[in-house]
């Protein structure tokens, strides 16, 4: 009963190791073993770690030339992935032209694809220290994924150098147990990235895409460049996540009341990093937004289909929306009076009024989800992956 606690799809909370759903001095079951994949041992193999040059640590790391794919997990099931570390060198290359991909069992089509950083819980090509239940980032040098991944007869992870550089030292450990009796149904990881580069005013960005099956939703990274020609940066945040579950159509089952209120914060949003949400770019300070929120705590289910969406959505006083250009926003032009003397005069300047606008947006979303994933297009090209950042 405690695997089926552990794994099943109804009860995921103790999905990331809780002493609620696996208490720390259990033993193990008869044929569970623990291995680690590293270049110390590619294929976990018993005994048969640090090898290399007499067992002085002679092989930890690799380069993945451009074009290249690297095969970083090929392992038999049954078994749980429950760690992954990485490291690389923290250029734009790497961070967002190294493509990862994991596919379970006999599944050709990959359940997770996402550029590497944005995998990792960071959006935008940044690198920042920070610490959630799902992933952590100690000094902003490397990368932690801490969710458990399992898999029945096999786990294939690759990693794809679609930059023109080449990755000249990659390096990494997998943790996992095999042996692992797992249910009969259980929620298999997925991950995916995209982005919008601009979005369109009035139709809301898709974190993740209309998918079919059953599973449960953990939550995502997102990314928001504000565009157009500002003068100065507007708050972003007024927009509203909304998740359409097993046959929303029109209106959804959940939704939001604005950004910085999803991410458990208010009245605008500044850098921290909790377990189950946070805010790791600021606009001030990065010149961009970047935040998470995992819903661990409070599940997400779907038991057909979900789909899940975030507006685009700004704010300012009418003061600053007069400074505005009445081209770059036609849909504030028609929604506000503030740039007609002859309606409201000279009106409030401190009036607050939200309006549609287009922005940079980039998302990875989490979830677990019956077999088979999702058939989605390729991702952008990396030149359009790495447009328009413009990083400090």
Not at 206 to 224: A, Q, S
Not at 336 to 360: R, Y
Request: aromatic residues 12%; contains cysteine; proline residues 7%.
């Amino acid at each position: 009963m405690r695997f089926r606690h552990f794994w099943g799809l109804g009860v995921i909370c103790g999905l990331l190791g809780t002493v609620s759903a696996q208490n720390l001095y259990d033993l193990a079951e008869a044929g569970v073993e623990t291995r680690w994949l590293s270049f110390e041992n590619r294929l976990g193999d018993k005994g048969q770690g640090g090898i290399a040059n007499l067992g002085r640590k002679g092989s930890p790391s690799t380069r993945i030339k451009s074009g290249e794919t690297f095969t970083m997990v090929d392992l038999s099931g049954p078994g749980v992935i429950r760690r992954i570390w990485l490291t690389v060198r923290g250029d734009i290359e790497n961070l967002r032209g190294l493509v990862i991909r994991a596919y379970w069992d006999d599944s050709t089509l990959p359940s997770v694809e996402a550029p590497l950083q944005d995998f990792f819980g960071i959006p935008l090509g940044r690198q920042v220290k920070f610490e959630s239940a799902l992933f952590s980032n100690p000094e902003g040098r490397s990368f932690n994924c801490f969710v458990p991944m399992p898999f029945k007869k096999r786990a294939l992870i690759t990693i794809e150098n679609q930059s023109p550089k080449d990755c000249n030292a990659l390096f990494y450990e997998v943790n996992c147990t095999v042996g692992d009796r797992l249910p009969d149904e259980i929620g298999y990881f997925h991950a995916r990235y995209r982005r919008e580069n601009p979005t369109t005013p009035k139709r809301d960005f898709e974190i993740l895409p209309l998918i079919n099956g059953k599973g449960r939703f953990l939550g995502c990274n997102v990314g928001v460049r504000p565009v157009g020609k500002y003068g100065e940066p507007f708050w972003f945040g007024e927009g509203e996540m909304k998740i359409y579950v097993d046959g929303d159509e029109q209106y959804p089952t959940l939704v939001g009341t604005g950004t910085e209120d999803l991410v458990g914060s208010a009245w605008g949003l500044g850098r921290f990093n909790h377990l189950y949400q946070g805010c790791l770019l600021s606009e001030k300070e990065d010149g961009v937004w970047g935040f998470y929120r995992y819903h661990i705590p409070d599940p997400v289910y779907f038991h057909k289909s979900i789909r899940v969406t975030l507006q685009q959505m700004a704010g300012g006083t009418a003061a600053q929306l007069r400074r505005l250009s009445r081209e770059d926003y036609p849909e504030l032009v028609a929604t506000h009076k503030v740039f007609d003397p002859a309606v409201d005069g000279k009106g409030d300047d401190n009036s607050w009024n939200n309006f549609e606008a287009p922005q940079d947006v980039s998302a990875t979303a989490y979830w677990y989800q019956t077999l088979p994933p999702p058939d989605f297009p390729p991702l952008e090209p990396y030149a359009e992956r790495i447009k328009d950042l413009g990083r400090k």
